[in-house]
């Protein structure tokens, strides 16, 4: 649903609009090609295909590292950023019609507990300790 509604409004996935969002979030625009594999939990060889072709509608550049040679960095382009911009509003248009909209405030409230009590969860420092007594 989420992703048919990207691809077809921008011809994007939603993986695509999520590598793009870490590179306009990140430092300078850019990061490394290995770095971006880690953050969407991706294997190196998935994340180069995807970025040939971000990189071939124009949405980002690679280019060796200036500190690494070895490594290579992906940047995201003024239009990548424009695109992603206008995806993300897309992306949230979606959530709320498809999966929030439905839902009574009970149950919203319930929902926002359990994302608070999962996040919570999943930071490291004993917060499973926390999560039990709450």
């Given amino acids: ?26 430092e300078g625009g850019s ?15 998935r994340v180069t295909r995807q970025i040939r072709r971000l990189e071939e509608a124009g949405l980002v550049e690679r280019e060796a590292s200036p500190e690494d040679r070895r490594g290579v960095l992906a940047t995201i382009t003024d239009p990548g950023r424009a695109l992603v911009e206008e995806a993300l509003v897309s992306y949230g248009r979606a959530v709320r019609e ?23 969860a999943l930071k490291p420092s004993g917060s499973r300790a926390r999560i039990g007594r709450v």
């Fill in 98 to 120: 498809h999966f929030l909209s439905p839902l009574t405030r009970p149950q919203m409230s319930a929902l926002g507990e359990n994302c608070r009590r999962i996040s919570v």
């Fill in 31 to 45: 990061a490394r090609m290995g770095d971006l594999a880690d953050q969407l939990l991706s294997l190196p060889s």
């Fill in 1 to 26: 649903m989420l992703n048919r509604t990207l691809t077809d409004q921008h011809k994007l996935t939603l993986v695509d609009v999520r590598l793009l969002e870490i590179l306009s979030t990140s």
